[in-house]
T-cell receptor, first 115, second 113 residues
Framework: AQSVTQPDIHITVSEGASLELRCNYSYGATPYLFWYVQSPGQGLQLLLKYFSGDTLVQGIKGFEAEFKRSQSSFNLRKPSVHWSDAAEYFCAVGEVPGNTGKLIFGQGTTLQVKP | DSGVTQTPKHLITATGQRVTLRCSPRSGDLSVYWYQQSLDQGLQFLIQYYNGEERAKGNILERFSAQQFPDLHSELNLSSLELGDSALYFC????????????FGSGTRLTVV
C-alpha cells in the first residue's frame, strides 16, 4: 500500500530564513504528489502538485518542491519564510491504481516561525 | 473562501447520538470527498461520491454513511457516536471523478461528550 512519511513533526525557523520540509513516499511508479497547508481553524489549501514532467514544481505563496525519484522524496522549500507561513503542512500522494482521486496524507509538519 | 461550504462549523453532541454533516461543493464540481482528521489517525479518507454515485470507499465505519443528492450537495451521517469519533470532518470537491489536488472546505469540528 502507498504511504507518506513526514519525518519532522515540528520545525522552528527564524523569519527570513530558508525552509525545507521533508516528505518521503512509497510507491513503485511515478506518483501524484501534493503539498497542502492548514492554518489554525482553516481547511487545507493546495500549495502545489506534481504529476509528471519537470521535477521542480512551483506553487503558491513562494513555495516550490522537488521530486526526486531516486530518493522517493518530494521536499517542500521556501527561500525566505514569513511569519504568516506558520501553519501545518501536509504531504500527500494520490492513490493508484484506480485513479479514484483519494489522497493519502502524511502526519503533517507543524511550522513555527520565530520573529 | 474556497467555495466548498460545510455546515455546521461546530457540533457538540452526546455519545450514542446521530448527527448529519452537510457539504455544498464548488459550483460545477461533480465529485465530493469526505475526510476525517483526528489527532491519533491524522487525515483519513472516508468516502467519495461522483454525480450522485459512490465512487470510492476508505476507512469508513459501518456507523457512518454518506450520500450525494441531485443538487450535488452531500451529507455525512454519523450514528451511535462514540468519544473516539470526535474529530474534524472535511469535505472536498473536484470537477471530475479522477481529479487530485482538490479544494477543501473549512471543516466541521465534531465533539462527542
Amino acid at each position: 500500500a502507498q504511504s507518506v512519511t513526514q519525518p519532522d513533526i515540528h520545525i522552528t525557523v527564524s523569519e527570513g530564513a530558508s525552509l525545507e520540509l521533508r516528505c518521503n513516499y512509497s510507491y513503485g511508479a511515478t506518483p501524484y504528489l501534493f503539498w497542502y497547508v492548514q492554518s489554525p481553524g482553516q481547511g487545507l489549501q493546495l500549495l502545489l502538485k506534481y504529476f509528471s514532467g519537470d521535477t521542480l514544481v512551483q506553487g503558491i505563496k513562494g513555495f516550490e518542491a522537488e521530486f526526486k525519484r531516486s530518493q522517493s522524496s518530494f521536499n517542500l522549500r521556501k527561500p525566505s519564510v514569513h511569519w504568516s507561513d506558520a501553519a501545518e503542512y501536509f504531504c500527500a500522494v494520490g492513490e493508484v491504481p484506480g485513479n479514484t482521486g483519494k489522497l493519502i496524507f502524511g502526519q503533517g509538519t507543524t511550522l513555527q516561525v520565530k520573529p | 473562501d474556497s467555495g466548498v461550504t460545510q455546515t455546521p462549523k461546530h457540533l457538540i453532541t452526546a455519545t450514542g447520538q446521530r448527527v448529519t454533516l452537510r457539504c455544498s461543493p464548488r459550483s460545477g464540481d461533480l465529485s465530493v470527498y469526505w475526510y476525517q482528521q483526528s489527532l491519533d489517525q491524522g487525515l483519513q479518507f472516508l468516502i467519495q461520491y461522483y454525480n450522485g454515485e459512490e465512487r470510492a470507499k476508505g476507512n469508513i465505519l459501518e456507523r457512518f454513511s454518506a450520500q450525494q443528492f441531485p443538487d450535488l450537495h452531500s451529507e455525512l451521517n454519523l450514528s451511535s457516536l462514540e468519544l473516539g469519533d470526535s474529530a474534524l470532518y472535511f469535505c472536498a470537491s473536484s470537477v471530475d471523478r479522477e481529479s487530485y489536488g482538490y479544494t477543501f472546505g473549512s471543516g466541521t469540528r465534531l465533539t462527542v461528550v
